[in-house]
């Protein structure tokens, strides 16, 4: 049945395209206007790489709790949902775990990366207000010259609501089990002369489906907008407290009712608070000259305990930043267009962890992780970015797009600690040496080059052909630099780059929309982990796939949507694991298959159906291949309705058949397999008022 189900999946994918209330026309997909593209083309048939949309009706729709609900839309994306607000990413990639984990993949609020260049955080889309979003663009692959640092294997850009003269506000409330609630409002308030000001708000409680678990997390955004002026200002705010729940541990231990609810780590805890400020302004002048420039500032501060690591230090971050993102676009010819801009920024972050007790477990782990500080130093980080795209029309039908970034990140740390392995007061630790290493003050560069050639060519009108050849890169973060163990003094490590060619076809015909996209990739300098517990760089990785996308108008009233990806990510380099080649092994949490379908049904205007069907494959939960996790599918139904002018209420059915499953799958040398528990039927209700 699974077979079956696979094929279905990928013969019947679609993905990138927002099929709302009253589907549009097929031909207007190609016409979506897009702003992450680039700055030379606003409409998505104009973009020559993989773009997916997913729209307000959409993402109403889903109204999800977790980003990944509605991230599970777009083909190629699968995060990887571990307990509460946290996720492993995953765009075009294996699910990315371990060092070189985060910074992988650009997330952005309003074109505004959510963490500094050099210091990302693995879970930041919990920093973005995706609740309010107007709607989500996701780039698949590398997408560096156009986006810079860390878009080595895509982008996520949640993008918020604006300020629009005649909109009214709303407001909506809904509950589900677990003691779970989630409030959000949306009020416009005009100033005049086609300017306001927008207020979005979305507030949630979840009382935990596991023991001793659970979040409160609060956003803010505030919007003006100057019709005058052509600006845009915005600030948000984001704060999370949660209460973590751990692994549990035991092959198919997420089959067992009573460990699947447990929480082997009750101690564990995640608070975050974020903000962010942004003015946006636009200038326009003679033939299709455009000017836009946009000073942001961000805070960020994370306190963190990290359960999984002997003794459960407290991990306390910070971050403080300022930039500007610039784009000056021209036509120089009649069929050349050009832009070019330069992005900078500059961060100072801190770092700290600290241990209350001594670690427990063994004589050796007492003595290696002492209690204390293990690390406490400051960097100070200087981003420039110059980059220059050029769209050149060759004929009537095809168009060459080309590009070039030059990234320079430099970073300046301070140890406030003594250099060495060594306990806070500066005494050794036995068995040979603490294992926690810190590196003397010291600075490093990073220069990066991102070029980037795209073709489009029109088949017929309604019909598109595309290929990409892309360079992606990430420097290494601050932490894989100065957060050292054992002997090692230097992390000398180079930055990850990426190369990536697609071949794609996207177009309707009639009641069909589609999208096919073929890739290949391979990946240089890949950062990891050794047996010795050393920062390394030289691993290698390739990765191929395809990602189909179907769309279906089946009658007036019914239509199908499916989005599915094959991909095949392996190891190709001579690194050894207990003694085995790892060359030729499939990458661990990379499954073959993943996907999701929708059926809807709009009997009449106010009426919306949806079954979602959703499939995750096998895959492996080793390097060595050895172990793995089967997969698993998911039922969901939603529905929503209008009550009158102003009211509507919607109802959220997910895992109808009340599967036992999987979040997420691994192994563990010390601990054997670990999981977390998906969770059993759920069904939430939600009411809403026009105001």
Known sequence: MRRAAVATALLLSGGAFAHDQGREEADSQLETVVVTGSPLHDRRSDYSGSLAVLGGDALGLVNHS??????????????????????????R?????????????????????????????????????????????????????????????????????????????????????????????????????????????SLASDGGYRASSGYDQQKLTLVHRSDQSSSETRFN????????????????????????????????????????????????????????????????????????????????TAHRSAGMRTSLS????????????????????????????????????????????????????????????????????????????????????????????????????????CRYSRPADRSDDFENWSPHVGLVYDWTPARQLFVNLAHGFRAPQATELYRLQRDQEVADLDSEEIRSAEVGMRGWAGRLDYEVVGFAMKKRNVIFRDADFFNRSGGTTTHRGLELALGYQLAPQWSLDVSASYAEHRYNDERLIEGTPLDGKLVDSAPW?????????????????????????????DPLNRHGYPGHDLLHVRASRRLGERWSAGLRLLNLLDEQYAERADFSNFSGDRYFPGESRALYASLSLQL
Request: glycine content about 12%.
């Open 237 to 316: 705010v984001t704060n999370l407290e949660q209460d973590t729940a751990g692994y549990v541990v035991g092959e198919d231990a997420y089959r067992d009712d009573a460990l699947r609810r447990s929480n082997p780590n009750p101690e564990a805890f995640r608070k975050v608070r974020t903000a962010r400020l942004s003015h946006r302004v636009e200038s326009e002048w003679g033939a299709g000259y455009k000017l836009e420039i946009t000073p942001y500032a961000r805070y960020g501060k994370m306190d963190f305990r990290q359960h999984f690591l002997p003794g459960q230090p407290l991990e306390e």
């Open 593 to 621: 298959t993943f996907g999701s379908t929708r059926l809807q049904w709009q009997p009449d205007p106010a009426t919306q159906l949806e079954l979602e069907w959703l499939h995750q494959g096998r895959y492996h939960t």
């Open 66 to 91: 977790h980003i990944q609900q509605s991230l599970a839309r777009v083909p190629g994306a699968n995060l990887s949902r571990g307990n509460g607000q946290e996720y492993l990413p995953a765009l």
């Open 330 to 433: 021209a036509p120089v010819t009649e069929s050349l267009h050009m832009a070019a801009g330069l992005d900078w920024e500059y961060t100072r972050a801190s770092l700290r962890q600290s241990q209350s007790g001594i670690a427990a477990g063994s004589e050796f782990l007492a003595e290696t992780v002492p209690p204390g500080r293990h690390y406490d130093y400051r960097v100070d980080a200087l981003l420039l970015s110059p980059y220059t795209l050029a769209s050149l029309r060759l004929t009537e039908r095809l168009v060459l797009e080309a590009g070039l970034r030059l990234e320079n990140l430099s970073y300046g740390y301070d140890n406030r600690m003594l250099a060495g392995r060594t306990r806070e007061d500066g005494s050794d630790c036995g068995f040979g040496g």
């Open 93 to 201: 990639s294996p699910v990315l775990t371990g060092a070189g984990a985060c910074g992988s993949v650009l997330t952005m609020q309003d074109g505004i990366p959510l963490f500094p260049a050099g210091f990302c955080n693995v879970n930041e889309l919990f920093a973005a207000h995706s609740e309010q979003a107007g709607r989500i663009e996701v780039i698949r692959g590398p997408a560096g010259t156009l986006h810079g640092a860390g878009a080595m294997h895509g982008v996520v850009n949640v993008l918020g609501p604006s300020y629009r003269p005649g909109d009214s506000g709303i407001a909506s409330l809904e509950a589900g089990p677990n003691d779970r609630w989630k409030f959000k409002s949306r009020v416009p308030i005009g100033t005049g002369n086609g300017s306001g000001l927008l207020s979005a708000i």
